[in-house]
């Protein structure tokens, strides 16, 4: 799903009013009607109060039409006008005609009044700000959105908590809405992904308000979420004649004494993701762990015991995964460097050897096209440098993945892919994934994937889904604290099931024809 820009979505609303011959209250009376059906549906009829809080924008416009749904139906209704600019929207105006048509006056706010009571079973409506917030607001309506925050009431926010910006992170991370519920128009907004900006949004849900299809599908964005209708085309199905030389043969390269665990995830994450073949290359004490562990791969051990000292092998490997637990000591960076200089095998490096491309930036001359890097924030932040805010960070990642020719992932909640100057954002995954190992099962599975035939970005971004999906399973089996790095693995056969799963009702309706 395309994550557009606000230059975009105001595109998008002049390219509909022109296709289909409306006016621009149109759209805004879609969008009324839409959050008002929401409301209904969840509401019933029920006498709570709702509080609507309006702009002088077309967001505050969205809300002021939305009052006068609530109300021809019946809700009990206070509408407030925050009054922080001269410059009212015409639709906004419009809208408030109506409402008073009907008798209805809203309260204006301003900076020298009381703000209303609010009870802590109210309902209020944040429409103060959409996506046109351009500068910081004026301290007074930055006191109310800390008033609305501080009550108890339930805040629905209309398409971005107000307060927060589409393109920056705000300087003071009271200024916004902390919305217990988003109802977004059309597109997911980007800032909803971001650790610095997603933390305001406890749910959101797209409301269509029929904007131009064609204008949506042709516009080219930079970012896109990426669902199962995303990934589903880049699944390559096994063939029936095939062999286990069709699947590859993956190389994982790292550990060291004490953390040779980590390969063992690396590698049986990237068997069970569907490797034809896997040799893993470990210090001599990671021997028998590795041949009792993991039966079905192959291993090649280092001279010396405790560390990885030359990487020697005699093998053809279709991809190299390298770096989880294989520590940074001066004689393992020698390694990694030569190793480098000779491979020409696709590469996806975690862990260590992303600390040791930090310590060695030269070294990122040599990797080879399209190389995956998996950095989780710490080790992102050693690549890239300290970034002024989350947007800064991504402009980095860009320019960063551009210089190198390579893919870079930033892990977290929301996992972002890095390549080409587009950013893939992925939507599985939930907090019981952080813990120790997870970033190992990721690397191996990505790994794996590459030894298929999967290209190295399609790999990336169908990996990064897998593993949040295979997160979603274990969570629903065991709850969050119980996820442990060995659960995501067991769940990655569970998450190629879940793929092709079709939602139940689906199901029911074709079993009744
Ligand atoms: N295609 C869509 O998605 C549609 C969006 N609509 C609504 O329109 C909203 C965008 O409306 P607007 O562009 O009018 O913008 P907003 O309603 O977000 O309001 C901001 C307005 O105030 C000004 N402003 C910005 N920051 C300010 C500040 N700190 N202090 C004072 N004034 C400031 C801006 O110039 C802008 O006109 C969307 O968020 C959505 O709610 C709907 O009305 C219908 C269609
Ligand atoms: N709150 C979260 N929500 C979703 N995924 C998460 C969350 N926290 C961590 N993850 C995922 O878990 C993995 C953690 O990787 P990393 O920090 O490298 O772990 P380790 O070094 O222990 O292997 C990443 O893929 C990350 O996206
Ligand atoms: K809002």
Redesign the pocket.
């Known amino acids: 799903m395309k994550i557009f820009t606000a230059e975009q ?1 105001y595109a ?2 002049r390219f509909t009013i022109e296709k289909q011959q409306i006016t621009s209250d149109v ?2 009376e879609r ?1 009324a009607t839409q959050i008002y059906e929401w409301m209904n549906s969840r509401l019933q009829g029920a006498q709570v109060k709702i509080h609507l809080f309006c ?8 809300g002021v039409a939305l009052a006068r749904q609530l109300h021809e139906n019946g809700y009990s209704i206070e509408v407030y006008v925050v009054n ?2 001269d ?1 009212r ?1 015409k ?1 906004f105006l419009l809208n408030l005609d109506r409402l008073k048509e009907r008798k209805l006056w809203p309260e204006f706010l301003d900076s020298g009044c009381d703000f209303p009571e609010l009870g802590r079973k109210d309902i209020i409506v944040d429409a103060v ?10 301290a007074w309506v930055l006191k109310l959105i800390n008033y609305l925050n501080t009550s108890s009431a339930f805040i629905l926010s ?3 908590p107000s307060g927060l910006f589409m393109e920056r992170v705000p300087e003071n991370r009271d200024d916004i809405i902390r919305a217990n519920h988003v109802l977004s ?2 597109a997911p907004k980007l800032s909803f992904f971001l650790p610095q900006t997603g933390i305001y949004i406890n749910q959101w849900e797209l409301l269509d ?1 029929g ?1 131009d299809d064609e204008y949506l599908f042709k516009t080219e964005t930079v970012y896109e979420l990426i669902g199962k209708p995303e990934v589903l085309p880049m699944y390559m199905p096994r063939l029936k004649f095939s062999h286990k030389g069709n699947y590859g043969h993956s190389f994982i390269i790292g550990g060291s004494y004490g953390k040779i665990g980590a390969v063992q995830l690396a590698a049986k994450a990237c068997l069970e993701i569907g490797s034809g073949l896997l040799t893993t290359y470990v210090p001599e004490c990671g021997y028998i762990p590795m041949q009792t562990s993991l039966p079905e791969a192959m291993v090649i051990v280092d001279d010396e015991d405790e560390k990885i000292t030359t990487i020697n092998f005699d093998l053809k490997p279709t991809v190299v995964g390298i770096g989880m637990g294989m520590g940074t000591h001066k004689i393992t960076i020698k390694a990694f460097s030569e190793f480098l200089k000779t491979n020409t095998a696709p590469l996806v490096i975690d862990a260590d050897g992303l600390n040791i491309l930090s310590g060695t930036p030269e070294l990122l001359n040599r990797l080879p096209n399209q190389t995956v890097l998996t950095p989780h924030p710490k080790e992102l932040e050693r690549l890239l440098g300290k970034w002024r805010d989350d947007f800064d960070k991504l402009d980095r990642a860009k320019a960063f993945s551009k210089k190198y020719d390579c893919i870079l992932i930033i892990k977290g909640a929301h996992t972002i892919v890095i390549y080409n100057g587009k950013g893939y954002v992925n939507s599985t995954g939930n907090p019981g994934m952080a813990t120790a190992g997870s970033g190992d099962v990721l690397a191996g599975m990505i790994t794996g994937l590459i030894a298929q035939g999967y290209n190295s970005l399609d790999a990336s971004v169908f990996g990064v889904y897998l593993h949040g999906l295979s997160g979603d399973l274990s969570v629903s089996e065991s709850g969050y604290e119980a996820v442990t790095a060995s659960k995501l693995i067991d769940n990655i056969g569970k998450a190629f099931l879940e793929l092709f799963r079709r939602p139940e009702q689906e199901q029911h309706i074709e079993e009744k024809n």
């Not at 702009?55 to 969205?62: F, L, R």
């Open positions: 979505i998008a609303d759209l805004m969008a702009g002088i924008g077309n967001n505050g416009g969205d922080y600019s410059k929207s639709d700000f959409g996506i046109g917030l351009n500068r910081n607001p004026d209309i398409d971005i128009f059309q308000i904007l």
